[in-house]
């Protein structure tokens, strides 16, 4: 069975929401494709302790603010949760659960979404499936020998977990920062945080309005040709939420540089000084998950999808949204996919309404 519509979206988290909202508004018929069982996108499956960058009034989607946590400045997981649920309730957002995207095709009528339970054709697609779902871990000489548990940020839940062992975080960004946070402060296990460079934090008071703010400017520098010189240094800066502010504050988070291979007992450092370890904890970011993609041969000789905004340069009828800068300024955030999935979808509307060559 075919399912017709003007647009299908792939992915029903922040992303997928924030889309569906606007099109709703503009009276567009859409239907968001969600592979998770609940709602919430990626956000049910992140650790206990973390927190966003924020206050929740500053970390909403178009036309709902996120209410406060009570007693938590910055809200928790389970909050966004909570705050996502209610989104696509109260918008009465077309959410179908748990459909898998198994590809996007072209034909005669437009895109064709293949999926798990049926197939859906559609004018415009919206891909909008997030980071979360394709882990990176580097390649490092000896990881195969290495006789501890080796897992990602994906997969990490709590310090309960690594009780009497001593961990690894590997990864100087903010999840690593976060994590290594949660460990070093927890009783019952040690950490020793590696990075390749040492940790930048960012001033205290800077939240996640200001890393937007900045990422806004550095797209609109870049956009114009000039060099991105003002502001803080960037998105992958660390922002001192206060667990890691006071980790930091007790000498908590003192970083060590990257290890040069890891042997079945630890890691081995170039100056050949070595660390009993067991367990790895790789915070080394995400790829795009963009594999429901494939069938359009869009990516270029260095792996990327290349985009105008939000449309994909090779196929207009393809938008990508919440990847992260490059489509729109911090997109991958809540704050932040607000402005492009509004753009996508008035210059989605405006070509609905023309007629058909």
Known sequence: MTTIKDVVVVGGGQAGLAAGYHLRRKGVDVTILDAQDAPGGAWPHMWESLHLF???????????????QPGQPYPQAAHVVDY???????????????VRVTGVHRDRRGLRVETDSGTWQARFVISATGTWWRPFVPSV?????FG??????????????????????VGGGNSGAQIAADLAASDGAECTWVTRRP????????????????????????????????????????????????AR??????????FERLEPDG?????????????????TGFRPALAHL???????????????????????????????????????????VGRPARDAAAQISRQLSRPRQ
């Open 199 to 246: 940790p930048r934090y960012l001033p205290d008071d800077i939240d996640g309005r200001a890393l937007f703010d900045a990422a806004t400017a550095r797209r609109r520098a870049l956009e114009a040709g000039r060099e991105d010189t003002g502001g803080v240094a960037g998105l992958g800066d660390i922002v001192a939420v206060p667990a890691v502010r006071e």
């Open 249 to 258: 504050d007790r000498g908590l988070l003192i970083p060590r540089g990257m």
């Open 148 to 169: 501890g548990r080796q897992i990602h940020t994906v997969d990490y839940r709590s310090p309960k977990d690594f009780s009497g062992q001593h961990v690894l975080v």
């Open 267 to 283: 890691p081995v450092w170039p100056d050949g000084s070595r660390r009993h370890a067991d367990a790895v904890v790789w915070a």
């Open 141 to 145: 000489p000896g990881q195969g020998f």
């Open 84 to 98: 996502l649920t209610d989104y696509e309730r109260r918008y009465d957002l077309p959410v179908h659960r748990p």
């Open 294 to 336: 494939a069938p359009l041969q869009l990516r270029d000789a260095n792996g990327h999808i290349p985009t105008d905004g939000t449309r994909a340069t090779a196929e207009p009828r393809l938008h990508l949204l919440g990847y992260g800068d490059w489509t729109g300024p911090a997109s991958a955030t809540l704050i932040g």
């Open 54 to 68: 924020s206050p929740a009034e500053l970390s909403s989607l178009p036309g709902r603010l996120m209410p406060p």
